[in-house]
């Protein structure tokens, strides 16, 4: 018997049901580095408690809560005490990127807040120290746009150039060690739309350029060096005339053009697809901010309507240049009030439960709610997974590939199973693994002893791990004459239930002569 003919389909589930239709389911001059951010799945974080108003009164002297002080809000303390945002943002809600906004430094904490107005009022400044939240979410394979805030672009504007590079250089430097970052750095961002916030272009190139001179006091290989993003509003005519920049062909190795959006996921595709590629064609970019808040959508669940018709105009653009976004945002900012404060995809209520900065003053660790535009995000992003027939045949001393003159006894066939993709609610997914002979004979895998039990109809389920399907050898043997069909069907139990419209099959057919 020769291999003959390997044909792959994805079918949906009603062609599963044709051949088995009783009981057959139950209720992404320097290297460019920028292509790494290809398929970029990200959130706007800030973990504000509810007790911040915004004004760095008191314990909350900036608005940077990503350190050592604030651990039990994005992970957890030594008492055992956290909300552990991180691991929600990647095991539960399935993103690989976090934006964040404010990024202090200790020295700029203590020398800026006895000089000027930064906020309202200013405490003994803690030491603000980010490796314990770069190290966590290295662990869960998070990688952080690391700001540098409009504050220290601001400074330029001041006439204090001095300062701001020395501020920049510490921020760049926590990141960096023996000439390399931190695993979990994944970008740089410039300012949040600063123009709009009163900063000039001038302002902006100059906290680019002292970026990169840090890297380079650093020690950081010009093939190391991070991409640099400005969300939203700033000129790129400004770059081109920074002599300092283009001698280091900074627009064609790591800059990333930005923008932020509100709007539907028709002018999102425009954009991306036309508008922008049209404008400019060699730039790479991504969407820093994308998403509606609840009540300018309408309620909560237009929101996730709304914010899912966004992210599949990103996902499905036809700009390969276009990397990604982060949808704005991962929590809702109360203290922001109105429109402002209902972009989250999580409310955030006092819950009684607190823990202690690094000098020991309280604050509430609150309780998240999911939205429904987080549980839209979970689907999207972890709760459809993929499944994945192959079938390989060899000789079998070992011998790889097919010979018609082989003789039937040594020619042997493999079929593996992969599943790309998790359970919403975890590892789990139920799934059907189905081989039907050429004398119509069904025969369904047994996943507790790895058999193959021959049916009259699919009643029995098998619900398992997916990371144990990943290239999981399910049979290895001879093949009769004729043709052989083999089908896995996968229900992912999203968000804990089971979906008859959530069905994904997938089929081998090999014919075998």
Known sequence: M???????????????????????????????????????????????????????????????????????????NSSGVGREDVKN??????????????????????????KYIRLYDWDTPQARNHKGFLNECNKYGIKVLVPIS???????????????????????????????????????????????????PGAVVKAIEAVIKAEEQLGVAQADMMPITVPEDFGRDA???????????????????????????????????????NAFPNDYVIITELGRDDITAGGPDKQATFDKAAWEAVEGSTNNKALGACIFQFTNQNWKGGTEAAYG?????YS????????????????????????????????????????ESAAASGTTGVDASMPTS?????????????????????WYLIHITPLGEKLQYDVDDGTWIPIEKITASATLPISTLNDGLVYQGELTQGT?????????????NKDVNQWSVEVEVVEVE
């Open 2 to 76: 020769a291999f003959f003919l390997r044909r792959k389909r994805n079918w949906i589930g009603v062609i599963f049901a044709a051949f088995l239709v009783m009981g057959a389911f139950s209720p992404m001059a320097m290297a460019d580095n920028r292509t790494d951010l290809k398929g970029m799945r990200g959130v706007a974080y800030s973990p504000t408690p509810t007790d911040y108003i915004g004004s760095g009164a008191g314990k909350y002297y900036d608005s940077d809560f990503c350190n050592s002080d604030f651990r039990a809000l994005w992970g957890k």
């Open 89 to 114: 943002i990647s095991q539960n809600l399935g993103a690989q990127y976090i934006r964040l906004y404010d990024w202090d430094t200790p020295q700029a904490s203590q020398n800026l807040g006895a």
């Open 150 to 200: 409009n504050y220290f672009v601001g400074l330029y504007d001041q006439g204090q150039a001095s300062n701001a590079d020395g501020y920049i250089k510490d921020i760049v430097g926590e990141l960096v060690t023996n000439g390399k970052f931190h695993p979990a750095v994944g970008m740089i961002t410039v300012g949040n739309e600063p123009q709009l916030s009163g900063k000039s």
């Open 239 to 277: 770059i081109e005339g920074s002599s300092y920049l283009s001698g280091k062909n900074f627009l064609s190795t790591m800059y990333v053009a930005a923008m932020q959006t509100s709007n539907p996921g028709s002018d999102v595709s425009k954009w991306l697809n036309e508008t922008f590629p």
């Open 345 to 349: 995809m999580n409310t955030k209520t």
């Open 352 to 391: 009684g439960k607190v823990a202690y900065t690094t000098s020991n003053q309280e604050y509430p660790v609150d309780t998240l709610t999911p939205k429904p535009v987080y549980n839209t995000f979970q689907d999207l992003w972890t709760g459809y997974a993929e499944p994945a027939l192959s079938v």
């Open 410 to 430: 040594e020619l042997i066939y493999k079929v593996y199973v992969s599943v790309y993709g998790r359970s919403a609610v975890g590892e789990n997914a139920e």
């Open 484 to 496: 052989h069909i083999f089908m896995l069907a996968l229900d992912p139990l999203v968000n804990g």
